[in-house]
């Protein structure tokens, strides 16, 4: 029995997944500070509405309002022992509305990331992490969620415990991390050690890759070390809809949709399987990326000047991989080309 998920990977060259959860929940009146997952439950409504959204716009996929879902970030908001309602009730929301949209579409169960640190550091244990992320996978796949999706993580730790936990739920899961530090993950972690780290764990994802971080034009650079390591697995580029700017006391993004069509090709052209956005992202921006890659044709492999001439400067000079990365990123980028 396989899922939607792999049945699509198996039968398309590229997947549009969707873009932003928490900028369009605010648009619809979610206040920051108001945990997002309790409105699976008070307004089942606007999350159906949230995930429409994306399949309105062509998505091939989409992540469920989970993505804080977990014990210890409910725990915040005095929900922990909602853990697996609430993440149940995002997937079936998320199956209805993918099952009505009449073609496949694959609910994708959001697991972010607890928020606690590794000891010694922190309190968090592998045990703990595992026994988390396996309370709220397994009310995901009660749900009806096709396969778990591990998002916005920077530690390798947490990276390992959410596959463990995908193991136990005995489903399918994808992994992506947030590079969002001068081109690694805040806990040090590179393209290229993500691309390794994946390969040696016991259950690989379907697909791995980045989201957010911080513009479309770093998350490209991003994914582009992830295709020079020599990876087989499917990428999957998940960019903000530009640098995000404090604007009248709200965060705005400053990427068109225009922009994150060109984005969308450059991921595809790079190698990327499953591209999609994430914070800034919204209804018209997903429609122009499945414009551009529904109508343009696929081009050669971008070079990082393509990328910063068609999205925008790098917010730091390396991605952080190599001891002399000036040089051997210029010889990768002409292997590339
Ligand atoms: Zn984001």
């Avoid at 972010?112 to 968090?124: C, E, N, Q, R, Y």
């Amino acid at each position: 029995m396989t899922n939607t998920l792999t049945r699509l990977l198996q039968t398309r060259d590229w997947l549009l997944a969707d873009g932003a959860t928490g900028t369009n929940l605010f648009n619809m009146g979610l206040s920051s500070g108001e945990p997002p997952e309790l409105w699976n439950v008070d307004h089942p409504d606007r999350i159906a509405k949230l995930y429409s959204f994306a399949v309105d716009a062509g998505s091939d996929l989409f992540l469920t309002n989970s993505f804080g879902g977990n014990a210890s970030r409910l725990k915040l908001h005095n929900a922990q022992g909602r853990v697996r309602e609430l993440n149940r009730v995002a997937a079936e929301i998320g199956r209805e509305v993918a099952d009505k949209a009449g073609r496949p579409v694959a609910v994708c169960g959001s697991v972010g990331p607890t928020g606690d640190i590794f000891a010694p550091m922190g309190t968090l244990t592998h045990e703990l992490a595992v026994e988390m992320f396996h309370e709220q996978a397994e009310g995901l796949k009660e749900g009806g969620a096709d396969v778990l999706w591990v998002e916005t993580i920077s530690a390798p730790e947490e990276f390992k415990a959410a596959a463990e936990a995908a193991k136990l739920a005995g489903m399918d899961w994808c992994g992506t991390m947030s590079f969002d530090t001068a081109g690694r993950t805040m806990m040090g972690v590179t393209s290229a050690q993500l691309a390794s780290l994946v390969e040696k764990l016991p259950n690989p994802p379907l697909a791995f890759g980045a989201n957010c971080g911080v513009g479309a034009a770093d998350l490209m650079r991003t994914i582009m070390g992830f295709v020079s390591s020599g990876t087989e697995r499917p990428i999957i580029a998940k960019g903000n809809a530009g640098i995000p700017k404090y604007h009248d006391g709200h965060i705005h993004y400053d990427g068109t949709p225009a922009l994150m069509g060109d984005y969308a090709c450059l991921a595809r052209d790079a190698g990327a399987t499953i591209i999609g956005g994430c914070c800034g992202t919204m209804p018209e921006h997903l429609k122009a990326m499945h414009e551009a890659l529904s109508t343009r044709e696929r081009g050669p492999r971008p070079t990082l000047e393509d990328v910063t001439e068609k999205l925008g400067a790098f917010s730091s000079n390396t991605d952080g991989t190599g001891d002399d990365p000036g040089p051997s990123r210029e010889r990768r980028g002409r292997r590339r080309g």
